[in-house]
């Protein structure tokens, strides 16, 4: 105890202590608040009526007795477990075909396999309609069968999910020593066996964790079901019906708790597993580079640009029934569908609520993120607060966006609750924005950090540097390359999220995303389909601006790399 209360004390002597102290508290009241008592609020309510007694499990054994409701959890695992089959298989052969083939223009093909994360995820489920519904091109394809159902969320989940799992297997795939194939060689092992022996065991953990975040987020997403759902019910529509078609909250906060529960596993198991693989990594490993074979080669060229092809059909059909005037019959060209003055979700003001918002959140989630990662990984001392801290920053990845969002509801909506002032403004939603996806950028921020050497801050220690200068011309300097990738990241997400923010916005801040969703409600498809493309040239205009600017600050801030 006396040893606990001497770590906590020390290093508040001088004044620098004082303020990683002071620091460490306002990021660990800052996730409080915007993860753990919102949850708390929520689970609460899943055990209360609409009048707020406490009924314990009663909502919950309500809902298990209600067919209709309870069918939606094995509808969620059902695609969930499809999409991830299909997804984890296909993204392994074009992750192979990246890493152990000499295919041409691999990084076109990378190019090509990052456009889905710029879309919404209602962006794939328009185009299916359009190429497969009543009126679509393909639709003889389907042998009779509806896009409207679980064979449209898979179709719609698998494009929107693919690059997650390429970037995961990629990695995986990366890692290889050359050593155990020159043995396997030297001693007549058939490639096939090579394969099964020494390819697939050393990417089994990325395999494993690669498969479980394709399941949560298919079975999270709301976008594609939404859409594209039809009758078939999932939990993430679920959710969204009890609370908006319905008003009832209670039951909507038994469906966010049960849609959590899948997530929180999911999470867990993929926590083990990745700390499993870091201890697989050999320092001693060879790169492997692999040999020319034409035959192989020329057929995962062949595979990978199919995928490729595909993902710009998907993106093309967007973007073209945006511009046609009337699908199918009247297909001359027409920027109609664009002048959303008049038409449901607010038009061209949502999309400057979404560019508002996503601007927000870049800046404001840079900073608070990278700052909190600073003080886990660089701060001496506190060492209870500093765990604390880094628990709670993983936290956000395994709760879904909608369940964070109702519980948004519960928590600022109180009237008891002095930052009820919040609830329908912007601050609102960029609060929600950054704690869904703060847990990326938190790894992201924590792996840049360890590169650096702790002898910087001893250093600067012993030459009597603030730790703030220390911070302000090494720290930020060379961690500069992840600082821009954090701004783009959450700006990106910022403005294709849905699930997180449907419940959150007013009229005066509707979002761009949730346009789409009202738009496709009162039937204009066009005019959703016009919105889901904007957002898809916005997100890729800032890609492309963020690249160039890397670049040009790179090449300034970073010269010392080259020095010498």
Not at 28 to 38: I, K, N, R, S
Not at 63 to 88: D, E, K, W
Not at 445 to 461: C, R
Not at 487 to 498: E, G, P, R, W
Request: hydrophobic letters at 55%; one cysteine or more.
């Amino acid at each position: 105890m006396r040893a606990i209360h001497q770590s906590l004390l020390v290093p508040s002597v001088s004044a620098e202590g004082v303020l990683r102290l002071v620091a460490l508290l306002l990021g660990v009241a800052f996730l409080a608040l915007g993860l753990l008592l919102p949850l708390a609020t929520m689970l609460l309510k899943s055990l209360q009526d609409r009048s707020g007694d406490f009924v314990g499990l009663a909502n919950f054994a309500r809902y298990f007795q209600t067919p209709a409701l309870a069918g939606s959890i094995a509808n969620s695992l059902t695609v969930a477990l499809i999409t991830t089959v299909i997804v984890v298989g296909l993204a392994f052969l074009c992750a192979y075909g990246i890493t152990r083939t000499r295919m041409p223009g691999k990084r076109f093909f990378r190019m090509l396999a990052i456009l889905p994360i710029l879309a919404p995820s209602l962006l794939p489920a328009i185009s299916m309609v359009y190429l497969f519904g009543n009126q679509g091109w393909f639709r003889d394809w389907l042998m009779g069968q509806s896009i409207y159902g679980p064979i449209g969320i898979v179709m719609g989940m698998s494009f929107w999910i693919f690059p997650h799992a390429l970037m995961i297997l990629t990695t995986a795939l990366s890692n290889s020593d050359a050593r155990l194939y020159e043995a396997a060689e030297a001693l007549g092992t058939p490639k096939w066996r090579s394969f099964f022996t020494i390819t697939l065991p050393a990417a089994r953990y990325g395999l494993i964790s690669c498969a479980f975040v394709v399941f949560t987020l298919a079975i999270t997403d709301f976008g594609v079901p939404k859409i594209i759902g039809g009758q078939y019910n999932v939990l993430a529509t679920d959710v969204y019906r009890q609370v908006v078609g319905q008003q009832n909250f209670q039951m909507g906060a038994v469906v966010s708790v049960i849609l959590l529960i899948p997530a929180v596993i999911s999470f867990i198991v993929d926590r083990l597993v990745q700390r499993r693989q870091v201890a697989q990594l050999s320092a001693r490993a060879v790169p492997w580079q692999p040999a020319p074979n034409p035959v192989r080669d020329w057929t995962f060229t062949i595979l990978c640009y199919g995928v490729g092809g595909i993902i710009l059909v998907v993106i093309g059909t967007a973007i073209y029934a945006s511009l046609v005037r009337f699908w199918p019959y009247n297909l001359s060209l027409t920027l109609t569908h664009y002048a959303f003055q008049g038409l449901a979700g607010s038009g061209w003001e949502a999309w400057t609520n979404s560019l508002r918002m996503a601007a927000a959140v870049a800046l404001v989630g840079t900073l608070v993120v990278f700052v909190n990662a600073w003080l886990i990984e660089k701060s001496g001392g506190y060492r209870p607060l500093r765990q604390g801290l880094h628990f709670m920053a993983m936290l956000p990845m395994a709760v879904p966006g909608m369940v964070l969002g109702l519980a948004y509801i519960f928590y600022f909506n109180q009237p008891g609750n002095p930052l009820n002032w919040l609830y329908g403004t912007l601050a609102i939603l960029v609060l929600n924005t950054l704690v869904h996806y703060y847990t990326v950028c938190h790894l992201t921020s924590i792996t840049a950090l360890k590169q650096l050497d702790p002898e910087f801050e001893s250093v600067g220690a012993s030459l009597k540097v603030p730790f703030w200068t220390t911070f302000r011309r090494v720290t930020l300097p060379v961690s500069l390359p992840a600082v821009l990738d954090i701004s783009v990241y959450l700006f990106v997400n910022a403005m294709t999220t849905v699930s997180g923010v449907v419940f959150l916005y007013s009229t005066d801040t509707r979002l761009a995303s949730v346009a789409i969703m009202h738009l496709d409600e009162a039937g204009y498809f066009a005019s959703a389909a016009a919105m889901a493309v904007l957002i898809f040239f916005t997100s890729l205009v800032v890609k492309l601006l963020h690249a160039a600017l890397t670049y040009a600050l790179l090449t300034k801030a970073q010269r010392w790399r080259n020095a010498g």
